[in-house]
């Protein structure tokens, strides 16, 4: 067993990682019995806080981490939801590191964490977890092998996958399938659980393309080619990731397929070329920029002593005419003349 973890100190006291912080730090107001199960627990496992959790106490560095899977800049999603963390932390006077998925064996200073969509295949996740630092994940972390956060906001996006199923049902939809990452993180499992759920009760056959998290053009037209060519039948897509449906719109045209008049195309992540797609795609919004913000203000008030749990972030769903059968097919392109 490795050294043991301001998480393994919470979970012998039976306390929150932040009331371990603020009895070691001697701030908060933790009760003389819960002071003294955590100093008994400290000494039970030999517990010696690191060089970051040290400098967490008082929230001394003003430094707040941030981490998102793979590179923010290559998706519009995980930009605004950095973006989201990194306004209101400034205006606190605390400055935002954007941590990367390199190795997680020492850290920078920081007084804190924020994670987004925790998957239990990352090691920088559960580094990151198991640092000690007061952590507020955005999404609940997955699997057994993951250490809990002090904070987690999350969303249900089983029900609001379950929403646009149904709806594509209700507008004469049939056989859609799905496409998504692995299901190695609450997100995708969540969508996974909702989409066999919804095969199971209409006795369809689950047709599930699994892409990365943030997948390239020519990944998404391959598993699309290979779903309609394996599984001619179906007659409608929802696509995880942001910006993939727009994407594989390519792919449809060229296995004869029309959005809106033969094929029904939803997207789970919201985006501007979801938006502003003809027709406009029908989107699963949780709003990243105000989740964002939602974390920043979760963790600084961890800092200042206020205490952790679990808190649900609404989810929309923008229903627009992609999931709509049977409408007049557009127009071919009008040819100027010279």
Known sequence: MGNPTLHDVARRAGVGKSTVSNVLAGTGRPSEATREKVLA?????????????????GGRTGVVGVYVPGNPSLSEYYMRFVFGVMEPLSA?????????????STLPPMDG????????????????????LPTVCFERPFGTSVSSPDIVLWCDHRAALTTVLD?????GGRWPALMIPPETGDWTAQ???AYRDWCARHGVTPVIGSVDWIPTPAQLDTVAD??????????GLVCGPVDT??????????????????????TGTESTAARLGQPPITAIDIDPLEAG??????????????????????????RRGSTVLGAPAPPPPSRRRR
């Open 41 to 57: 627990a400290v000494a039970e496992l030999g517990y010696a806080p690191n060089r970051a959790a040290r400098l967490l106490r």
């Open 92 to 104: 606190r006077g605390r400055d935002t590191v954007i941590l990367s998925g390199a190795d997680r």
């Open 113 to 132: 964490v924020i994670l987004s969509d925790p998957d239990e295949t990352d090691p920088a996740i559960a580094a990151l977890l198991a640092s000690g």
């Open 167 to 171: 709806d594509m049902r209700a507008a």
């Open 191 to 193: 969508l996974g659980v």
């Open 226 to 235: 290979t779903l309609l060519t394996e599984h001619p039948g179906i007659d």
């Open 245 to 266: 449906a727009p994407a594989v719109l390519p792919t449809l045209r060229r296995h004869g397929r029309t959005v809106g008049v033969d094929f029904q195309l939803a």
């Open 293 to 318: 913000r939602r974390c920043a203000a979760l963790l600084d008030g961890l800092l200042t002593g206020e205490p952790g749990g679990e808190i649900e972030h609404p989810v929309t769903v923008h």
